[in-house]
């Protein structure tokens, strides 16, 4: 519907389902409507008598679910569409729903499994990018997650989910998969200030795992991408007075 036009559509889909027989597709277009005026709670209940008249559409179970996703109601979400996960294989919109729902509640293998069959017929979708490195981080799935960030086109995106993943790992404490997975998405940073960061990291990853004269030179690296980097450079001249 155009904008202004809401308020005599929504007395137009009134007259229609008052006068026609039932059809689940009509609710739909009505909750549609009365949604997009931000009368959420009659959307929710066409949204409704449309799961009703057809409980196994996918498109009016995944417009209910919406209403409570917009709820912070991931519970109540994710069993509605989990019971018709079968119609929902090829339904880009379902799957984004049920794989957040489920990350929402904590039950990651599910999400992934949304997420990730997701990917296969939406190879770009932004929401399964964002949320599946998370997921492999918490399930401890280097090779994974490794997989899922050398296909992050965007460069400035790869370097900000490794900087999250690797982070995650520093505070799990298990800086041997940090270093894994910086240094096999290294290769695909192309932007010297971002290699700079990227192998200051590494340095204090080696750092903390007592490989001191590995971390010295992944920080040298970072000089090297970026001689005016001023942290790295404070850190070297603070280890070499220590070792004085």
């Not at 949204?47 to 996918?58: F, G, H, R």
């Amino acid at each position: 519907f155009v904008a202004g036009e809401y308020v005599a559509a929504e007395s137009i889909v009134k007259e229609i389902l008052n006068s026609s027989s039932p059809n689940y597709k009509i609710f739909i277009l009505a909750g549609d409507l009365v949604a997009r005026l931000g009368k959420s709670a009659a959307a929710r209940d066409l949204y409704e008598q449309a799961t009703l008249l057809n409980p196994k559409s996918s498109l009016a179970v995944s417009r209910l679910a919406d209403t409570y996703i917009q709820e912070n109601k991931f519970n109540i979400a994710a069993k509605m569409l989990r019971d018709i996960q079968h119609h929902i294989q090829y339904n880009i919109r379902a799957l984004t729903q049920l794989g957040h729902a489920e990350f929402e509640v904590g039950n990651l293998a599910n999400a992934r499994k949304s997420f990730e069959s997701l990917q296969a017929i939406d190879a770009e979708n932004k929401t399964a990018a964002k949320i599946l490195p998370t997921i492999y981080v918490e399930q401890n799935d280097v090779q994974a997650l490794t997989l899922s960030l050398q296909k992050v086109k965007d460069e400035k995106l790869l370097v900000e989910q490794l900087n999250d993943a690797g982070h995650k790992f520093n505070q799990k404490k298990d800086y041997q998969s940090a270093l894994q997975v910086y240094q096999q998405c290294a290769g695909r940073i192309t932007d010297k200030n971002f290699l700079a960061g990227i192998y200051y990291n590494i340095g204090i990853i080696l750092m903390k795992m007592n490989r001191k004269l590995d971390a010295e030179s992944a920080i040298h690296q970072a000089l090297v991408y970026k001689p005016g980097f001023k942290i790295a450079r404070e850190w070297l001249d603070r280890h070499a007075k220590r070792a004085g």
